[in-house]
């Protein structure tokens, strides 16, 4: 008992705790093709069910004649609107406060809408009927552009809601109108805005795209007629909120529904929200009896689950003459599409795009934000990203670029001048946000020398010279970026989701034998929650990583929680995951002293032990606590170690960072090539570097993506164009470039751990990297603003409209 | 994704294949190595009651160099055609723009006679055949007859080929030439935006003959004679050049998609010439 080795260090590295790059416990499975995924899930007697889907962006339905489909030997029902009317469940709610078709109701209002269920004993009957039922559609007049869609005159896309001139958030001005929703200070905005010495104006936009993940979204559901209870096995990235919103919708109690996300493959946000799928699932397994299975299939996918962005972004940047920001304003015109499928916090429809004052220090604020409804597919998801804070960040990091320009002035000197000091932190944004901490300058500086940034801007200048001369056609382009996220919703006082609180939870029980399972109300789609929970406890409750199981995702297990999305798993459960560890300490300090015969304040936690003070020798470990918790009578405490913490956040948190990204464009090809990126992330207290690291190039390489080609892509008649991995860009280790990752570590100060989540940051910050490089490039040739996604017919056209191309 | 219902069929041989072709008619039709036709079975804009498979035929198969003339059977898969050294010797065009094409996944399973036969616009290598100036060999009911590369591409997904033909093989000159083979591309695994295929020869410092053809400019591969003339004679400087894209450019008739708008393609188109003129000039 008293012996001391092996030392602290030893003990500290054995527990494998924060900080340590921990190998991912997960990716066992993962790489030997042992996950468990929603679709590997069989059961006897199960049934498939699959979709017809409408040809046409707006029609109206006339007639759907079943008769063949059902005469096709193995069709077992199909499902129209006409069945669910009785159930109320033609139509469901949404996550943002509207409503959306299950099936067809008289009319489809984008390509894609699901018009009918299909339910047969295996899928290659399913795909066989689906072309036999019969639907006879008269088409209307189409609306893809959002602007189109608010003229006096266009054509009434949301007919169930004539005569509604106000919704879940406030007035409607228009038949297609949603909502406007605003913050900040219009009146004082503008006036400054009027004022200044210098005002750039832009129109931003951030297009249209789509989370794509490997995995499409699914579900089994199966209806138990003996024992009434409902399991649902699907891509959930909120199993509970699923559960809760499946009862209020079936009237099954709760308590008889159970929810399961298996393993997920990537989410990225198009999991979050409730689908037609679900619905018709869960109604063709109580009516048949049986187990019902819905997959999507890649085009099903892009083309009716959740989208991303769709933001037009009209800025004003207002300036002194030397470059010190004093005011900005943004109006956006979001597109969302048929149905507003948003998945944001419910008093944000807009999400946090109030964060769009970005890292500066800006006196004045306004945002109005304009939602409204066209023909196309309802989303609007928070794509890698927490509630639009990548349209934010895209905005502001592309208006500071256009206001260096204004200014003539070089836009890393003019960043730094405005960005907010780290004295002034926690900060309180014009907008109403309060940042909790940062240290710009420092990030700023560190990846500024880094890249050898004034040895670049020779280079870049030299290569323009060159150009000129007609020696190249290459130019080379310096993208800067240095974004803020809001991450970690959230407060409940302020956020929740279809009236659910945004904590978290975190259960744990302690083995006798000195391991433990954690229980948590988050669910993983590849971030690896097994591997850093369990870290964060290994450092809080002194047993070794290792020998800690992270269970998640199972609604009949797991606490309740928000889950997944929104960069909110370690800010919120991780946290919640600290305080229950902290629970538990709590409770084996009184053990320990009850064995060591003291009082608890005799003793003092050392990495797995608690000793008496002064004392090192005389000490028990977490084990041995363990053991005893289980097999002695201790006055005054109950038999047992285990603890559940539900967290509520006090503040979100701000992770940011300095990414620089340098690249050379073929002007004659509009081809690039990525000579460099380096990205500096500040994301508080590490938990995995290895895992940041994994995370950053992922997030990169989807922001890479994003940035130069991924589009959801519409005709004018609403015909999806980008319905396949064929022209739906998901870059290759070909397209992806190398990575340099770095960091600072400014903890969070109201974290119990002080980490502040890191999952989303490298696609919010690369998205704009990427893409003011490519400007950057033209800079010289008088480029201010050219839309994404930069690809080659894309760059060639910013080329062909500076006149830099003579075959014109 | 799930094609419509299908029999398949799995010939030992040439005739036994061609056979189940006669009995079916436009019901049936033959796969080689899918990755074309499955797809678009899967899509369902194809459906095909009656699949022959013809992997099983050994006649099919093999790269042969035989006094300076190359022969491909149909069935070698474009893998086959990046690796094997005696083709990259005697064509070495093949090579380059093999790798241009989809990815090493794609390239196991597809087939030169896949490629060829079936008269997509985007595949790479009709056009490349018809620079090479190969013929293929079709074989049908009544026995084996050859045609040019270069008369063979009617339309989108038409071509001189008989629906109960078969084509066997492939086959060209071995050849000296310097070549290129330039692709623009969104990604791996694309079709083209605009691709270029040349090959000529120097005599001295002047160009003695060219080839040029041109890939998913148009709804065939062209072959644009006009292109290749007017390098002829010519130091292949930027004037020769110039008249050589200029002359390319006549013969082409892009469409736009999602790879560009029609001006931009034939942007492309330019580029691709002229940089595979260079190369090819280079190496000649
Ligand atoms: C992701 C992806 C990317 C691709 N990218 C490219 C690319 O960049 N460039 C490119 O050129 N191709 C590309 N392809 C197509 C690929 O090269 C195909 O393999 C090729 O076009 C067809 O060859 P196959 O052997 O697979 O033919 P199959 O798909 O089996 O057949 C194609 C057609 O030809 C007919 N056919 C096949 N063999 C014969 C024969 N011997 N006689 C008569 N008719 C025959 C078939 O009946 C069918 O109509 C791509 C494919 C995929 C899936």
């Not at chain 1, 300090?589 to 064995?595: D, E, K, P, T, W």
């Not at chain 1, 797995?608 to 470990?621: C, I, M, S």
């Amino acid at each position: 008992m008293n012996d001391l080795s092996p030392d602290r260090a030893e003990r500290s590295a054995k527990l494998k705790g924060l900080g340590h790059s921990r190998k991912r416990v997960e990716d066992q499975r993962f790489t030997q093709g042992r996950g468990n995924y929603v679709d590997d899930i069989k059961m006897p007697d199960m049934l498939f069910g699959d979709f017809v889907r409408s040809p046409y962006a707006h029609a109206r339905v006339k007639s759907i004649n079943i008769d063949k489909a059902m005469a096709l030997p193995g069709v077992i029902a199909v499902l129209t609107a006409k069945d669910l009317e009785p159930l109320s469940l033609h139509w469901m709610p949404t996550l943002a406060g509207d409503k959306q078709m299950v099936l067809a109701d008289g009319k489809v209002l984008f390509q894609g809408q699901e018009v009918a269920f299909v339910i047969a004993e295996d899928r290659y009957i399913n795909a066989d009927a689906i072309e036999l039922v019969e639907v006879e559609y008269e088409e209307l007049p189409v609306i893809t552009d959002p602007f189109k869609a608010l003229e006096p005159d266009a054509v009434v896309l949301r007919e169930d809601l004539a005569g509604q001139t106000s919704g879940a958030h406030g007035e409607r001005k228009h038949h297609n109108h949603i909502f406007l929703w605003e913050a900040g200070d219009k009146e004082a905005t503008e006036q400054v805005v009027e004022t200044a010495d210098v005002v750039a104006e832009e129109m931003v936009y951030y297009h249209r795209t789509h989370p794509c993940p490997l995995e499409t979204c699914g579900c089994v559901a199966s209806m138990d007629k003996v024992t009434g209870k409902l399991t649902l096995w699907g891509t959930f990235q909120a199993p509970h909120v699923v559960r809760t919103v499946a009862s209020l919708l079936s009237g099954i109690e709760e308590h008889n529904i159970r929810v399961v996300s298996p393993d997920i493959g990537g989410g990225f946000g198009n999991k979050v929200g409730v689908y037609p799928g679900y619905v018709c699932s869960i109604v063709a397994s109580i009516v048949t009896g049986k187990p019902v299975k819905w997959i999507e299939d890649r085009m099903d996918n892009l083309m009716a689950t959740a989208f991303a962005r769709d933001y037009w972004m009209k800025g004003k940047i207002a300036a002194t003459k030397d470059g010190k920001i004093t005011g900005l304003h943004c109006e956006v015109t979001a597109d969302h599409g048929a149905f507003d499928a948003c998945a944001d916090p419910t008093k944000f429809p807009a999400g946090f795009m109030n964060i769009c004052t970005g890292s500066y220090d800006i006196p004045v604020a306004y945002l109005g934000v304009d939602g409204v409804y066209t023909n196309k597919a309802p989303g609007g998801v928070a794509y890698r990203c927490s509630f639009r804070v990548t349209e934010a960040a895209y905005f502001i990091e592309r208006m500071i670029e256009v206001l260096a320009i204004e200014l003539n002035m070089d836009a890393a000197e003019l960043r730094a001048k405005n960005f907010i000091r780290k004295d002034q932190f926690p900060y309180t944004s014009a907008m109403g946000w309060e940042y909790d901490s940062g240290d710009y300058h420092t990030a700023w500086d560190k990846a500024l020398t880094a890249v050898g940034y004034d040895v670049l801007r020779a280079e870049q200048a030299e290569r323009v010279e060159a150009f000129k001369r007609g020696e190249t056609r290459k130019l080379i382009g310096i993208g800067l970026s240095h974004f803020t996220e809001i991450v970690g919703a959230g407060p409940v006082k302020n956020c929740d989701i279809l009236g659910m609180g945004m904590f978290d939870s975190c259960e744990i029980r302690i083995h006798p034998t000195g391991s433990a399972i954690a229980r948590l109300g988050t669910i993983s789609q590849g971030q690896g929650h097994a591997t850093t929970f369990a870290q964060i406890l290994a450092s809080e409750i002194g047993l070794p990583a290792d020998s800690i199981t992270v269970e998640e995702g199972d609604t009949d297990t797991a606490p309740y929680g928000l889950g997944t999305y929104g960069s909110r798993s370690t800010p919120v459960a991780g946290a919640a995951a600290a305080m229950a560890g902290r629970k538990i300490r709590a409770k084996a300090q009184m053990i320990a002293a009850y064995l060591l015969e003291v009082h608890d304040g005799d003793l003092e936690w050392d990495i797995d032990r608690f000793v008496v003070k002064g004392a090192p020798e005389q000490f028990k470990t977490m084990a041995e606590i363990a053991y005893a918790s289980y097999n002695q009578a201790i006055p005054g405490v109950e038999p047992g170690l285990e603890a559940v913490s539900y967290y509520d956040p006090p503040n979100m948190t701000y992770p940011f960072g300095a990414y620089i990204c340098v690249m050379e464009i073929d002007v004659d090809t509009g081809t690039h090539e990525i000579r460099q990126f380096y990205a500096l992330d500040d994301c508080g207290t590490r938990i995995n570097p290895m895992i940041i690291e994994g995370q950053v190039h992922g997030g990169l390489t989807e922001a890479l993506a994003i940035a130069m080609g991924q589009e959801i892509a519409y005709d004018e008649i609403g015909n999806v164009k980008t319905g396949t991995l064929m022209d739906f860009f998901i870059p290759t280790a070909w397209e992806t470039p190398t990575y340099t990752t770095d960091f600072t570590e400014t903890p969070s100060p109201h974290h119990p751990i002080g980490a502040k989540g890191v999952g989303e940051s490298p696609n919010v910050g690369g998205v704009p990297a990427f893409s003011n490089a490519v400007h950057d490039a033209f800079r010289p040739f008088g480029l201010r603003q050219a839309h994404m996604p930069h690809d080659h017919w894309r760059i060639w056209k910013i080329g062909n409209d500076l006149g830099l191309h003579d075959d014109v | 994704m799930i094609p419509a219902a299908f029999d398949y069929h799995r010939p030992q041989g040439i005739e036994d294949a061609i056979a189940i072709l006669q009995k079916h008619g436009d019901d049936a039709r033959v796969i080689a190595g899918g990755h074309s036709l499955i797809p678009m079975m899967k899509l369902r804009m194809a459906e095909v009651p009656n699949l022959v498979d013809l992997q099983d035929i050994e006649s099919l198969k093999g790269i042969t160099i035989q006094n300076g003339r190359v022969n491909i059977g149909a069935m070698v898969t474009q893998h086959e055609l990046i690796t094997n050294e005696g083709l990259a010797a005697a064509a070495p065009i093949m090579r380059e723009a093999a790798l241009q094409i989809a990815d090493p996944q794609v390239r196991y399973m597809g087939t030169i006679g896949g490629n060829v036969a079936n008269g997509d616009p985007g595949n790479d290598m009709p056009g490349l055949m018809q620079c090479l100036d190969a013929t293929f060999t079709l074989f049908g009911p009544d026995g084996a007859r050859g045609v040019k590369a270069r008369d063979f591409y009617e339309g989108a997904y038409m071509t001189e080929r008989d629906d109960e033909e078969i084509m066997t093989a492939i086959h060209f000159d071995a050849s000296t030439a310097g070549y290129a083979y330039e692709k623009q591309k969104r990604k791996i695994g694309d079709y083209a935006t605009a691709a270029a295929a040349v090959m000529l020869t120097k005599d001295g410092q002047t160009c003695s003959s060219a080839a040029i053809a041109l890939t998913n400019l148009s709804d065939t591969p062209i072959w644009s004679q006009g292109a290749g003339a007017a390098l002829i004679g010519t130091d292949c400087g930027p004037a020769a050049i110039k008249a050589a894209v200029a002359a390319g450019l006549d013969d082409i008739d892009p469409s736009e998609d999602n790879r560009g708008p029609i001006a931009f393609k034939y942007h492309a188109a330019r580029m691709m010439i002229s940089r595979a003129i260079a190369s090819a000039w280079a190496r000649a």
